[in-house]
């Protein structure tokens, strides 16, 4: 189970599959498939992770079970200026 995540400027935080939850929802996903992810990316072995690994992984995720709130996450990003992976 992740411990810390390393975000883009570098700093280091505990990690908080609230966060990930939270983010699922907003983006348009059920609370089911939020607590569902959060859970495969809490299940990863490491125990540091990086904010894009976190990202993509869910993306992925919200992808196969709801293409809307992965497209609703990615049009937040675009407002954002962020990077997008191809997906």
């Known amino acids: 189970m992740p411990q810390t995540v390393e975000k883009r400027s570098?700093?280091?935080?505990?990690?908080?599959?609230e966060k990930i939850e939270a983010?699922?929802?907003?983006?348009?996903?059920?609370?089911?498939d939020a607590r569902q992810i959060a859970d495969i990316i809490e299940s990863s072995p490491e125990r540091h992770v990086r904010t894009e690994a976190i990202r993509s992984r869910v993306l992925e995720e919200l992808g196969r079970r709801s293409p809307k709130a992965r497209d609703g996450?990615?049009?937040y990003d675009r407002s954002r200026g962020r990077a997008l992976p191809q997906f």
């Not at 983010?23 to 089911?32: I, L, P």
């Open 10 to 17: 570098g700093k280091t935080e505990p990690f908080s599959r």
């Open 73 to 75: 996450w990615l049009a």
């Open 23 to 32: 983010a699922c929802h907003k983006a348009g996903a059920t609370r089911e």
